[in-house]
């Protein structure tokens, strides 16, 4: 049995897609598509995490309009089960069987709850861990008695967690590897 804590965006949910839908929608708005990705990025800059909320508010503060209520309707619509990662959910229901898992994401609560609840991933967790933090900072405090596997997409964020946490194994999610060959890594360290 093994602790194996999972990043959310995009190690389980595609993000890239999910943003690049979301920035394509502004421009159906009539918002021009620099302007959606730059307040995307200010959005990222001025507040340390994304939060839509926060995007809809610098869009209209630059573009000196209003974002019409049919946007916030068409994003509740949403189907955030379609950016699920492949065979990501397989992967958590094997994993859970013999596993405890934790999901520890970087973000603000309310929206990053939002995308995991409303990606139907949460139901695979024992703890769900929102931190706008730094997760090696999250990490700090806690006491891990059994093996751990960390599981995340951004090299510099496994490059400090192997440096805090030399004992964790890390995954490195990048594009290229499947939910199975992951699936496959943990029960080869097994």
Known sequence: MAIIIFDFDDTLFDTKRFNNDVIERFVVYGVDEGLARQAY??????????????????????????????????????????????????????????HTLLLLSKGKDDFQN???NRSNLAKHFNEIHIT????????????????????NDKENENN???????????????????????????????
């Open 114 to 116: 939002l995308k995991i």
């Open 41 to 98: 990025h200010d959005t990222k800059i001025q507040t340390g995490n994304y939060n839509l909320a926060d995007h809809i508010n610098i869009i209209q503060n630059l573009n000196n309009t209003e974002i019409p209520k049919d946007f916030h309707d068409w994003f509740e619509s949403l189907d955030l089960t379609s950016y699920v990662l492949p065979q990501s959910t397989e992967m958590l229901n094997n994993l859970a069987q013999d």
């Open 132 to 151: 706008p933090d730094e997760k090696e900072i999250f990490l700090t405090d806690k006491i891990f008695n059994d093996k751990v596997i960390f599981i």
């Open 160 to 190: 400090k967690i192997s440096i805090e946490y030399p004992h964790f194994q890390i995954v490195h999610r990048h594009e290229n590897i499947k939910a199975e060959d992951i699936l496959n890594i943990i029960k080869s360290s097994m």
